[in-house]
Nanobody, 123 residues
């Protein structure tokens, strides 16, 4: 069983930056591909960024490419999402997820989910 706890959300002005963290329980963190998803009010959950267990490969949604960076520290069982040049349309609840399979943009590929952290970007 893996438990995921996100932190780092908050209110920021457009153009600002935030870094989200997701801490994982368990001793096999590097076995899991990790990803960040987000869900805005009235919209479906969408993939934001993913990273392989080794950290060697990453994947980004087109909407955040060049502005967001996903990374992980396997020694700390933590995955991060550095968000720069934030826009009002980035406002959403951001959740991290863990997959025992390969990194994917598909929601169903992920086995464990955190509760989420709110990110609000004001214009």
């Amino acid at each position: 069983q893996v438990q995921l706890v996100e932190s780092g959300g908050g209110l920021v002005q457009a153009g600002g930056s935030l870094t989200l963290s997701c801490a994982s329980s368990g001793r096999t963190f590097s076995d899991y591909a990790m990803a960040w998803f987000r869900q805005a009010p009235g919209k479906a959950r969408e993939f934001v960024a993913g990273i392989r267990g080794s950290g060697g490969r990453t994947l980004y949604a087109d909407s955040v490419k060049g502005r967001f960076t996903i990374s992980r520290d396997n020694a700390k069982n933590t995955v991060y999402l550095q968000m720069n040049s934030l826009k009002p349309e980035d406002t959403a609840v951001y959740s991290c997820a863990a997959s025992r399979a390969t990194m994917s943009e598909r929601i169903l590929a992920y086995d464990y989910w955190g509760q989420g952290t709110q990110v609000t970007v004001s214009s």
